[in-house]
């Protein structure tokens, strides 16, 4: 039986492994033996004693019953012991209590007294402190410092504070109570959050106490290290400025001039007295300088760190690019993003929009199918010239009967007359409280300016009305500033179609790498040009870190230079 136990607990050992034995005996008389001895060479208490061995290599439990009930259990027995311990400490606390109890000398009446004895009189104040409740007594040193370690507050504050609280055995609830309203001054600073530090607190032989640290607070480094860029893959129906608050190079982390700009990479003089002259500081030989926004600063980059930076940063700049290209496909090159729910599409048909008509109705299709019935925004179409024509009275559901209609309705509009924005725009803004409007033009009103913004304010002040402007063939700087306040005033958009598209297009599918090919065409459009110089900044960084990665190559080994950079391919 021994080989089997520790072939047991060889095999249990180390793996998450159990074994539970229960044996079942019966009573066995002499009329079911028929007289013979029973065919076994062990009796029932050396059978259990050798299970009870195999449960116990097991890692398991062992359990014994028979006909007539439960004979052992480890069950049984573990909670048979917890209850016998817990009574010893009962015993041991009502010997403790009894043992104070006579030191202090406090015992009730009629101890000790003969049942013919009549116990004394009582001070009544005495006896009137017993009747109410006890004051909670007095904290120790110990008992402070586990709470100050267990709320995680281990400071010179938190120990006054709960020693306000406490108030002495003498005092009453009326006369005396904590002392809650002194304490610090709340301000509205950001606090910082206490240091994470696990402390164990014991007593000493001579009575102070002894902490020991098990754990301690992570180092914050200065040193800043090069993140992983996390970009969406599908395009987000959101402007620009919303966009680039998640995904621009401040929220990723890739700012060059930051990443080079910590207090361990500034440059530091002296003016030394014996020469009257500002010498820098000896370890500043021994890393490269570079000139960062005036300020001369050191490179402690590694080379490898920079190839990481220019890797994450070339994976941007492909984000970047593909939500330009995204931009100008579609309707979108015409009309932008259209982000609200409920829009209304304000169509100049004045006498100077005649030679692009043709393509103002056909981008105006690819709106009503591309962005409104695809993402079931309800709409309405509005055409003005010297009146205004309208197509719904009421904003309708992008169904297909709908749209077919409103195709059908566009494509019989004709140009005429002159532009009157003004009376498009209160019959826009009628459509309800929380339209978007969207109102293409190519110049000015036939009204002053100044008078159309001043009614737009006053139609939409206490409205969630927002106007977008579209800036269609016009090449009047005047007449694209009136759009573009138009636009600002009510938190809008502004958006200009661009004639070079095409080229742009090409570029952007050929793939801007950081040569010395032209940049980016000026875009006028709010999305379009928050875009695109996010684009000019982040191509500026990848050029500047080829820069210091040459540079640290060069102070470290000018030999290895070339080889290096022919491995990493940035020759």
């Keep these: 039986m021994a080989m089997v136990s520790s072939y047991v607990s060889e095999r249990c050992s180390g793996l998450p492994l159990c074994l539970h034995v229960c044996l079942f005996t019966g009573e066995e008389t002499e009329a079911q033996t028929g007289g013979c001895p029973p065919p076994r060479h062990a ?35 573990a909670l048979i012991g917890e209850m016998e311990r817990a009574a010893n400490y009962w015993q041991k606390s009502s010997m403790l209590v009894d043992s104070l109890t006579q030191k202090s000398g406090c015992r009730c009446p ?23 409740p006890l004051p909670p007594p007095r904290p120790t040193a110990l008992t402070l410092a586990r709470l100050q370690m267990k709320e995680g507050r281990a400071n010179e504050r938190s120990y006054s504070q709960k020693a306000l609280t406490w108030r002495p055995s003498s005092a009453t609830s009326a006369s005396h109570r904590p002392m809650t309203g002194w304490g610090p001054v709340e301000t ?17 032989e001579d009575g102070n106490l002894g902490v020991v640290f098990k754990s301690y607070p992570k180092p914050k480094s200065v040193r800043k290290s090069i993140p992983l860029v996390t970009l969406p893959k599908q395009e987000e129906i959101c402007s620009t400025k919303r966009w680039l608050k998640r995904f621009s190079i401040k929220k990723q ?29 000896k370890y500043c030989s021994i890393f490269p300088s570079v000139h960062i926004n005036g300020m001369v600063k050191h490179l402690q980059l590694t080379p490898a760190e920079l190839k990481q930076y220019l890797t994450q940063t070339e994976r941007l700049l492909q984000r970047y690019t593909q939500r330009l290209q995204w931009l100008l496909s579609g309707s979108r090159r015409v009309f932008g993003a259209v982000l609200e729910r409920e829009v209304c599409v304000l169509l100049d048909v004045s006498g100077s929009m005649a030679p692009c008509l043709g393509e103002l109705k056909t981008k105006l299709a690819s709106l009503i199918w591309e962005q409104l019935h695809h993402n079931t925004v309800r709409f309405s179409l509005l055409a003005f010239s010297e009146g205004v024509k309208v197509w719904h009275p009421a904003l309708q559901e992008p169904t297909e009967e709908a749209c077919r209609d409103a195709v059908q309705w566009a494509y019989q509009l004709n140009t ?47 409205n969630h009305i927002t106007i977008h402007t579209v800036s269609f063939n016009c090449t009047d700087s005047s007449a694209n500033d009136f759009l573009k306040k138009l636009a600002h005033q009510t938190g809008g958009r502004y958006h200009h179609c661009h004639d070079n598209v095409d080229a ?56 290895e230079t070339t080889r290096i950079n022919k491995q990493s391919g940035l020759l």
């Design 416 to 462: 005429h007359g002159g532009t009157n924005t003004l009376e498009a725009l209160q019959t826009g803004c009628g459509f309800g409280d929380s339209v978007g409007l969207y109102l293409l033009s190519d110049g000015k009103p036939d009204s002053s300016c100044s008078l159309v913004l001043k009614e737009t304010e006053r139609l939409t002040t206490g």
């Design 504 to 559: 742009l297009s090409g570029l952007l599918e050929s793939g801007l790498s950081d040569g010395d090919e032209p940049t980016l065409a000026a875009l006028e459009g709010d999305d379009l040009r928050r875009l695109a110089q996010e684009i000019d900044k982040l191509r500026h960084f990848r050029k500047q870190a080829q820069v210091f990665r040459e540079i640290i190559l060069e102070k470290k080994n000018p030999e």
């Design 253 to 281: 982390k890739l700012d060059l001039y930051k990443l080079v700009s910590g207090p361990d990479c500034t440059h530091h003089k002296k003016l030394v007295p014996s020469v009257l002259k500002r010498v820098s500081a």
């Design 43 to 77: 009796t029932r208490e050396e059978t259990a004693g050798a299970l009870r061995e195999l449960a116990q290599a097991g890692n398991g439990r062992f359990h014994w019953i028979s006909e007539t009930g439960i004979l052992e259990s480890d069950d049984i027995t």
């Design 188 to 204: 509205k600073a950001k606090q910082r959050k206490p240091s994470q530090v696990s402390q164990s607190v014991f007593y000493l």
């Design 110 to 132: 009629g101890d000790n007294l003969s049942p013919g004895d009549k116990a004394p009189a009582q001070p009544p104040l005495a006896w009137r402190r017993r009747d109410g």
